[in-house]
């Protein structure tokens, strides 16, 4: 009788252990799964919590989200110049609730006038390296901003560059990841003239924690909201730019300045699985992603698994495809042989899917375009029901390195975009965009914005991007999920001649795939690296149009920051 209620109530001990660990067990991952912020007035993502903050409190103002966009990008120029910057160009989406409509805006400079390839072979130069005169292009970035308030602006530019005015005299603290990548970067640029007296101030590189202030930035900032947003490329800081240029053997021209203009241009799309995929046309390679999305689509991908080795097989070839149309038929769009609708034809997407073995990895191009190190992303959406999904940078972290001390910025080094190869749309050009590699997302259904989205690590532009698409259509993730989810990279080879033909290039995986599916990979011919955390980046809003709010989410790799009202 003992022993029988002794093996009763361990029985009982045993269940009720179990029972607790579970509920244990159940609370970890709810403790440890992040919620999405949720805002009915206005919500704002961006790579940076100052950013975020000054955004929300132009809302706040009575801002729309075109004003609270800009006034984040002018606050990242300052706080994260390691990847944005005056001296940079911009590309964006924005949704329009007033016309129900997207519009695309390409703010992106061309190659100087006077730096033609004929100098180039008379001076010797076989390619352009990422530091010094000669990699800058025209930024565009504060023309983008001239039309995009002009178009849509509430605000005005005095109030909407205020916040950033006053931390540029005032100082902000500078985080951990800015700092290292400071450092990185400031090894690379360090003797480029005039850069060490705004960015490594008294000899000294800002330290986490540090503040740092920039009164140069805060003064051309002022000036352009007295003398207005063209002042950049007309007036006096105009001026200073082509001085600095000139005395320093650089090639802006103030006609180079004067005749820059951002265009306003049509999106293009393409539809999956009753989602409409929306990016900006050439020289943007968004259009490049929106044919991957194509070819993908051939395939019931919910079927075959999430992170499923079929899965990873089909999106590495298709990548592999995409990517040789991307440098051998991509560029500025004058300079492009073939129609960029042939790119998203449902022909060319036939063929490529036929063309991929199942059983094989193909060889992988070397590669050809080379894609910058670090991108902003901002994205905001307001009461009014109005959306923007922009990225701004500088190209390569700190771009150029070339700083004009009085103005306090970096100018991009995008002419580094442009293919050695003088036979291809996007080979180098005088007065010629390059390929633009950064994409603002915007998704919409049946006509309604759905979700405004994007990465900011610069490689992983179209790759990412599709990841995020695949996790939240095809396999119906939340919007935090999708964040945090695993991701991978496909690196395209890096050799060339007759031993390139049997090369797949890498496919490189965070923590978390199944040993198995590795193993099944590897037998198809794929080559298999691990990193941890390496692919990060991503913000977005999704638009919930039943209970009239937004979901907004920023993922654990990176010190993005979600806030709404």
């Known amino acids: 009788m003992i022993r029988h209620i002794t093996g009763s109530l361990l029985l009982l001990l045993v269940f009720t252990a179990e029972a607790t660990l579970a509920q244990m067990h159940v609370y970890q991952k709810k403790a440890n799964a992040r919620s999405e912020v949720i805002g009915r007035k206005g919500i704002v993502a961006t790579s940076h919590p100052l950013a975020t903050q000054v955004a929300i409190d132009i809302l706040k103002l009575g801002g729309n989200a075109v004003d609270a966009a800009i006034a984040a990008n002018a606050i990242l120029a300052l706080v994260e110049p390691v990847a944005a910057g005056l001296g940079g160009d911009l590309e964006a989406l924005i949704w329009d609730a007033a016309t129900a409509e997207l519009y695309g805006l390409s703010a992106v400079g061309k190659s100087p006038a006077a730096l033609t390839p004929e100098f180039l072979r008379k001076s010797k ?7 010094g005169m000669i990699s800058v292009t025209v930024p565009g970035c504060v023309d983008g901003w001239q039309e995009m308030h002009k178009k849509f602006g509430k605000l005005s530019i005095e109030e909407i ?10 100082g902000f603290p500078v985080t951990e990841a800015v700092a290292e990548f400071w450092q990185l970067e400031a090894q690379r640029l360090k003797d480029i003239p005039s850069f060490a007296e705004v960015f490594i101030p008294g000899g000294q590189l800002p330290a986490k924690g540090e503040l740092f202030r920039n009164p140069s930035l805060a003064n051309t900032f002022k000036r352009l909201s007295e003398a207005g947003l063209r002042d950049f490329y007309e007036g006096d800081i105009a001026c200073d730019i082509v001085s600095h240029f000139k005395s320093n053997n650089g090639f802006l ?11 306003w241009v049509s999106p293009v799309s393409t539809n999956y699985r009753g989602f409409d995929i929306w990016a900006l046309p050439p020289s943007n390679q968004g259009i490049i992603l929106l044919g991957m999305m194509n070819i993908m689509k051939e395939k019931d991908i919910r079927s075959m698994g999430a992170n499923s080795s079929e899965l990873l097989h089909l999106f590495v070839e298709s990548k592999k495809l995409v990517y040789e149309d991307r440098d051998k038929l991509l560029g500025d769009k004058d300079a492009m042989r073939v129609a960029p609708a042939s790119i998203l034809s449902e022909q060319s997407a036939k063929e490529k899917f036929m063309a991929i073995k199942t059983d094989k990895a193909g060889k992988s191009d070397p590669k050809g375009l080379a894609e910058n190190d670090n991108t902003v992303y901002i994205t905001v959406a307001d009461r009014f029901g109005n959306m923007v999904s922009l990225v701004q940078n500088n190209y390569m972290g700190m771009g150029s390195g070339v700083v004009v001390p009085t103005l306090g910025f970096v100018f991009q080094n995008r002419a580094v975009a442009f293919l050695k190869d003088q036979n291809r749309p996007n080979s180098y050009n005088a007065a010629k ?32 991007h599709a990841q995020v698409l695949i996790d939240m259509v095809d396999f119906e993730l939340k919007l935090q999920k999708t964040a945090d989810a695993g991701r991978f990279y496909h690196e395209s080879s890096v050799l060339s001649g007759p031993q390139y033909t049997n090369e797949s290039g890498w496919l490189i995986l965070e923590k978390g795939f199944n040993y198995e599916i590795i193993r099944e990979l590897m037998k198809k011919g794929h080559r298999i690296k691990f990193d941890v955390d390496a692919y990060g980046g991503f913000l977005g809003i999704m638009r919930d149009t039943i209970n009239g709010v937004y979901y907004g989410a920023a993922e654990s790799r990176f010190d993005g920051q979600v806030s709404g009202y």
């Open 125 to 131: 130069i076989k390619e352009i390296l990422p530091a």
């Open 253 to 263: 021209t103030s006609n180079d300045l004067e005749l820059y203009h951002s265009q």
């Open 433 to 464: 965009k390059p390929v633009f590699t950064a994409i603002p997302g915007f998704v919409s259904k049946a006509g309604k914005p759905w979700l405004c989205f994007g990465i900011t690590d610069g490689k992983m532009q179209i790759q990412g």
């Open 161 to 170: 560059l205020a916040p950033a005015i006053s931390y540029a005299n005032d």
